[in-house]
């Protein structure tokens, strides 16, 4: 599977809209993206995924740029509960759905 | 509520010993999946069963196993226990085995090895 790039930490003032970033310059053309979030030492949660078309859902959107290298993921009015780490995943849709975590990064929405 | 439980939520307990964590999945899912968090290896992949049989690995040291159960729930043993096991284990669940299906997380247990 690809390898991602975030950056390690965000700010985001309440009700503005949060702006994810990702890179992953080596994806192939059968590697879906895959966001996921940990509220605190909470289980991960499922955000959004896609594979080239942008794409949104009653939580977040999700924009894929053309040549697949980068992707943003928008929580169009962050709230304090949207504080946590989100992580940015690729991966292929192979013969198993294990994911690979990196770092991600670690979004603090403030009043 | 991702519909996903484990049990249970916190364990201490001694180098050496053996613990067993238990998991079960939504309902209808077929593929369970263990991970585990640490402080300094941040989470990483275990090891997944979709119904009953293993079906791909991670990191898992040799001292752990895991198996899935008819009724499809699963449990992850772990024995010879060190000090670095302290960790957060969780477990997932799918519908399926491959494809687009996303992983909902159980709560996770939290393993004090002292």
């Known amino acids: 599977d690809a390898k991602t790039t975030q950056p390690p930490s965000m700010d985001c003032a309440e009700g503005r809209a949060a702006n994810l970033p990702c890179n992953h310059s080596?994806?192939?053309?059968?590697?879906?993206v895959y966001w996921y979030r940990q509220i605190h030492s909470q289980g991960p949660q499922y955000i959004i995924h896609g594979l080239k078309n942008n794409e949104t859902n009653e939580m977040a959107s999700l924009i894929i740029t053309e040549d697949r290298k980068s992707s943003t993921l928008i929580l169009p009015h962050a709230t304090l509960r949207d504080t946590a780490v989100y992580y940015c995943?690729?991966?292929?849709?192979?013969?198993?759905?294990?994911?690979?975590f990196g770092t991600g990064t670690r979004l603090q929405v403030f009043p | 509520d991702s519909g996903v439980t484990q049990t249970p939520k916190h364990l201490i307990t001694a180098t050496g010993q053996r613990v067993t964590l238990r998991c079960s999945p939504r309902?209808?899912?077929?593929?369970v999946y263990w991970y585990q968090q640490s402080l300094d290896q941040g989470l990483q992949f275990l090891i997944q069963?979709?119904?009953?049989?293993?079906?791909a690995k991670g990191n898992i040291l040799e001292r752990f196993s895991a198996q899935q159960f008819p009724d499809l729930h699963s449990e992850l043993n772990l024995s010879s226990l060190e000090l670095g096991d302290s960790a957060l284990y969780f477990c997932a669940s799918s519908a399926g085995l491959a494809g687009e299906n996303e992983q909902f997380f159980g709560p996770g247990t939290r393993l004090t090895v002292l």
């Open positions: 069963y979709y119904n009953g049989e293993e079906r």
């Open positions: 080596t994806i192939s053309g059968n590697e879906y």
């Open positions: 309902s209808g899912d077929l593929s």
């Open positions: 995943i690729v991966r292929a849709l192979a013969n198993t759905d294990k994911l690979i």
